[in-house]
Each structure stands twice: as structure tokens, then as C-alpha cells.
């Protein structure tokens, strides 16, 4: 496929959907950038699809083979940033018993995806913007100056050149940063893109949920593509994938979407809300819908088990009856059945479990932890403090 052609497709092979003249132009800057080292800034509001962007061009990096270490510049602790980022030496600081590779050595021959790159502090924008220009580095508390090859792609939700003129970024970064802009437009500014994103999303979301969905309607999907969505695609998703878990399924309209969308008057919303439901319910319907999400993946890893040790186990393994609230069943069903017992739980009790059980299946990751609840990652640490769970 040329580059034209690649331009044209609805969906492209990074799983980046969008039809609009904005997304064909991203597409096209995408797979000119990609081959070469050079540095990309790619700006847009949160849940616009920058980190979407950044994966598509690793993978269509000569480097796709070698490691994408994503940092959130904006979650990690503003003193520990620069030992995370360069590694540090024993004993560089209170508490370093050991020696500790960085990011930028674990990225060697990748990428670097530096996400909300505008909250770097000041210190850590100079060791940066050396490793940049002559690609070496040296370990907090080290003596040797170290050499990586690493691409970096930088992320922000901020105006960086305002930042500039304030003086809290470095401008000589900032030049080095934006060599290749990208500039990725609100969900708003693209509303052409919404019934594709919506199908596509949903559909996504029930093969891998393995639910059956009996679609939108085509009214339901204008008034879906006329709402605000100040939270861009990641709301747009989250509002798809929630409204066919607490519809179990049904054909949307537009009555059935209206429960769930604000009235004009109400404040910002994140998530839907029925009206007609207590708030406490809601949430625990939320919980239960991330745990669906949760429970699949966790199938699918059993399922790429016994495909990689071959050993004639089933491949797909039931497990409804274990996850979905007992509103979201049939009225024959056994109320009884294992599992998390919702009913003598406090919504902490839920919350707390649900934690532990993702730490624990992303092996403490919690970049990754936090992106599969759906909670910022310094949500995440707070919470793990405030359950003092051992990550
Ligand atoms: N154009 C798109 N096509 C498909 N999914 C998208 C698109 N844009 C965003 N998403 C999805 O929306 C969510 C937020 O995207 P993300 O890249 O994390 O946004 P940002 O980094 O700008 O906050 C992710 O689940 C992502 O897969
Ligand atoms: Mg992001």
C-alpha cells in the first residue's frame, strides 16, 4: 500500500480510526515521520488519541522490535523524575540501596514516549535536552557519562510556547521537542469522525467482551455526534462501552441514550449518569463494567496460554456468570454464584479489590494498572496508600 492509499483507510493497521481530513493528514505525517529519529511534539486536550499517535510511530519505526517505554511525566513525583528518567547509582539518595537503570537505558535502540512533557521540572528539561543533541547521559550520583539511542516523542496537553514565554520551559527544548509538530484536533472539531469512531469502538469492545449488541440507532448516533465530549474519545468509549454493558446489549435509541446524557444545565459529566438509578449504583455498575474489562483480558492471556502449550484445554472459557452484576442477569439465573460477593461489600471493599486484583495482573505496572481502571495514575498511588496495598 502506498502512502495514499494507507490515507485513505478508515482504520488504519495502529488501530487509529478516523476518516476526517485532520486524521488522513496525522496518518500521512504518521508514516513520513516514522522511518527517521527525529523528534515529534504531538499537542492536543486529553483523550484525544496522542498516545494512540506515539504507538503508531514506534510501530512504524524501524525500532518496533526494540522497547516503547512510556513515561507520564505529569504522575511521577516531581523529585524522583530524573532518577526514573537517567537511573541513579547506590547510594546516589536517601533510600537508593541499589543501582537502577533508567527509562532511557531500558528504551536503548527504541522509543521514548515523554507524555505531559509540559510538567517537567527545569532540571530534568537540561539532562534532557543533552541526551538529545549528543545522545549521552549520566546516572543520578554516577561518575560516567553513558550513550543511548533512543527516539523520542514528547506529548503535551499544554501550550508549550506560552509555557516558553512564561519561562517555565526551556526554549532550546522546546525547538529540539517540535521539530515534526503534530497536532491532534478535539473530538468537537471533528465530529464527521463520530459514527465511525462509535461503530468501530463498539464493535471492539464486544468481540472482545464477547457480548452481542444489537447496535445504535441511526438517530441514537446523531445525537451522540452532536454532544461536546469534552473529554474527547476516551469519554466517546467509555460512554460506548458503558451504555451496551448497562443496556446488556439492547438496540440504543435515542430515548434510551437520553437517560444517560446531561441535560443542558448540569455540569461536566465524565460518566454517563441514568437518571434513573442512585449514584451508589451507578458506581457499582462502573466497577463491575471495568471488571468485565478485566476478566476478559485476564481470559484472553488463559486463552494465549493453552494455545502456546498446545495442551486441548477449551480455548474460550465461560465466565459471565462470575462478573456481571446480578441486575445485569436474567431473572433464572443463580444469584448465589462465586466470586466477589458484592452484597456484604462496601463500595471501599469493591474498590480495594479491584486495585490489588489489577496491580497484581499487570505485575505492579501502574501506567498500566491505572489505564485499565480508568484512573490517572496519581489517582492510582494515592489509593494505594490510602489501602496501603503492597505496590
Ligand atoms: N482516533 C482514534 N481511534 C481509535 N481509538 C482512539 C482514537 N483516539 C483515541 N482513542 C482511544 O481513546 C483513548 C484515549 O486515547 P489516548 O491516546 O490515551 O489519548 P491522550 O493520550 O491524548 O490522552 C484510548 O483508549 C485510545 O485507544
Ligand atoms: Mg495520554
Not at 517555565?168 to 503534530?182: G, K, P, S, V
Not at 463491575?288 to 472459557?317: F, I, M, N
Amino acid at each position: 500500500m502506498d502512502l495514499s492509499e494507507k490515507m485513505q483507510q478508515p482504520v488504519d493497521q495502529f488501530g487509529i480510526i478516523g476518516e476526517s481530513h485532520a486524521f488522513r493528514q496525522i496518518i500521512g505525517t504518521i508514516h513520513q515521520v516514522a522511518p527517521t529519529d527525529i523528534s515529534v511534539l504531538i499537542v492536543g486536550e486529553s483523550g484525544t488519541g496522542k498516545e494512540l499517535v506515539a504507538n503508531a510511530l514506534h510501530q512504524a519505526s524501524h525500532r518496533r522490535e526494540k522497547p516503547l517505554v512510556v513515561v507520564n511525566c505529569g504522575a511521577i513525583p516531581e523529585g524522583i523524575l530524573e532518577s526514573e528518567l537517567f537511573g541513579h547509582e547506590k547510594g546516589a539518595f536517601t533510600g537508593a540501596v541499589g543501582a537502577r537503570k533508567g527509562y532511557f537505558e531500558t528504551a536503548d535502540s527504541g522509543t521514548v514516549f515523554l507524555d505531559e512533557i509540559g510538567e517537567m521540572p527545569p532540571a530534568t528539561q537540561v539532562k534532557l535536552l543533552r541526551v538529545l543533541e549528543s545522545k549521552d547521559f549520566m546516572r543520578v550520583g554516577g561518575t560516567r557519562m553513558q550513550t543511548v539511542d533512543v527516539r523520542v516523542i514528547a506529548a503535551t496537553n499544554k501550550d508549550l510556547e506560552a509555557a516558553v514565554t512564561a519561562g517555565e520551559f526551556r526554549e532550546d527544548l522546546f525547538y529540539r521537542l517540535n521539530a515534526i509538530h503534530i497536532r491532534v484536533p478535539p473530538l468537537r472539531e471533528r465530529r464527521e469522525d463520530i459514527p465511525l469512531l462509535i461503530k468501530v469502538l463498539a464493535a471492539d469492545f464486544c468481540r472482545r467482551n464477547h457480548i452481542e449488541f444489537q447496535g445504535f440507532t441511526e438517530t441514537a448516533i446523531r445525537v451522540l455526534a452532536n454532544q461536546p465530549w469534552p473529554g474527547n474519545v476516551r469519554e466517546l468509549k467509555n460512554f460506548v462501552e458503558s451504555i451496551i454493558v448497562l443496556e446488556r446489549g439492547d438496540l440504543v435509541d435515542e430515548t434510551g441514550l437520553a437517560n444517560y446524557l446531561k441535560t443542558p444545565g448540569q455540569g461536566a459529566r465524565n460518566l454517563p449518569v441514568p437518571t434513573h438509578r442512585s449514584s451508589e449504583q451507578v458506581e457499582r455498575e462502573f466497577i463491575y463494567h471495568a471488571l468485565l474489562d478485566l476478566k476478559s483480558e485476564v481470559t484472553k492471556l488463559r486463552e494465549d496460554l493453552y494455545q502456546s502449550y498446545d495442551t486441548g484445554l477449551p480455548k474460550s472459557l465461560p465466565y459471565y456468570s462470575e462478573v456481571i452484576p446480578s441486575s445485569y442477569k436474567t431473572d433464572d439465573s443463580d444469584p448465589g454464584s462465586e466470586g466477589f460477593d458484592l452484597e456484604n461489600k462496601s463500595l471501599e471493599d469493591v474498590e480495594r479489590f479491584m486495585i490489588n486484583r489489577t496491580l497484581e495482573s499487570y505485575n505492579g505496572s501502574k501506567r498500566k494498572a491505572a489505564k485499565a481502571l480508568g484512573i490517572s495514575e496519581r489517582t492510582l498511588y494515592r489509593k494505594i496508600k490510602e489501602y496501603d496495598l503492597p505496590f
